[in-house]
């Protein structure tokens, strides 16, 4: 399975994406979408700005919960954003880009830009492949035979023994987290364009807005306030990004794939309506998506059923289930990750081999 493809294989295999790429930029699918995206970029800070004239206005309530259940969506929806930008999504510029997803992660939500993009470039060049994807790599939930067999101490072990119980309930400390791993990639050694600037927001971000909570709430409430702001972030992104990836073939640290299979065999797509795309902010075109990074997300519901087509047509298999469907099938596969099982997904790599022939590997 690790050796090279022959040179014909290969050719096929290449010209294959190939000529998916050319419908999808003779349909203009990957125009840029200027309107869209300005729009998104104007309401993003007067919807912060609204919620935060609220709060003030509210003062120190109860009342203020639902506050924090508003600004952990609308936070998300900007990170959703800021995910476009770094995909060169918005406009044809770098440079651009680079600012636009600098302020709606450093600033606004409080995410660093330099460690979204390291880690995330990382996982789309190789989606659940070990050793090369970060995205599998998680410090308690195992999401692969390699990642459970390692040594760790009792807490880890009993968590991950029970990480399929306990997955959504870890979610609500991903807020957290998300924030902590953003400030200690300003501060690590190692190459960070425009750290200073990464620093001044982040510091603006957290703490101008932590003083803000305890100036307005008592302590005690202010506390809850965070918890259930972050707790409802941290959920609401989780559940965004589990169904992408989770589930789907673990691939061996020796295989090498073509671009088309690659991307597709280990992504999985969510069906649902216009508000779906809304709330998952376009990820639940994940296969799409990974094919066509660069592509607007507005075009990713239109070139759907062309990719599915295509894949179709050459014998790929497109994996598209409901919401619900992805959430039981990501429980049980880390379930079964977490209790020992070391064959927990039988690859369909390994079992389309024939049929897909030596240009898979």
Known sequence: ???????????????????????????????????????????????????????????DSWWQLFTAAVLAIVFTQIAFLGHDAAHRQIFVSGRWNDWISIVLG????????????????????????LGSDPDIELPVIAVSAETAEKPHRPP???LRAHQGVLFFPLLLLEGLSLHASSVRRVFARGRLERRWVEI???????????TLVFIVLSPGIAFVFLGVQLGLFGFYMGIAFAPNHK??????????????RRQVLMSRNIRGSRFLDIAMGGLNYQIEHHLFPSMPRPHLRRAAPIVAEYCREHGVT????????????????INRVGLGERDVFTCPLIEQRNHLGAADV
């Not at 982040?202 to 932590?210: D, Q, T």
């Not at 589930?247 to 088309?260: K, N, Q």
């Open 318 to 333: 497109y994996t598209q289930v409901h919401l619900l469907t992805s959430y039981a099938i990501v429980i049980r596969y």
């Open 106 to 129: 450093d600033l606004l939500v409080g995410m660093s830009y330099g460690w979204w993009q390291h880690k995330h470039t990382r996982h789309h060049a190789n989606p659940n492949k």
């Open 200 to 210: 001044a927001f982040l510091a603006i971000r957290m703490i101008g807005y932590v």
């Open 156 to 158: 880890i072990n009993w």
């Open 247 to 260: 589930g789907m073939p673990i691939v061996p640290r020796d295989m090498t794939l073509d671009f088309l």
């Open 1 to 59: 399975m690790s050796a090279p493809a022959p040179r014909g294989n290969a050719e096929r295999a290449t010209s294959a994406f190939t000529g998916l790429a050319q419908e999808i930029r003779t349909r203009g699918l990957l125009r840029r979408r200027y309107g869209y995206y300005w729009t998104k970029l104007a309401v993003a800070p007067v919807s912060v700005a609204g919620c935060l004239v609220a709060f003030v206005w509210i003062g």
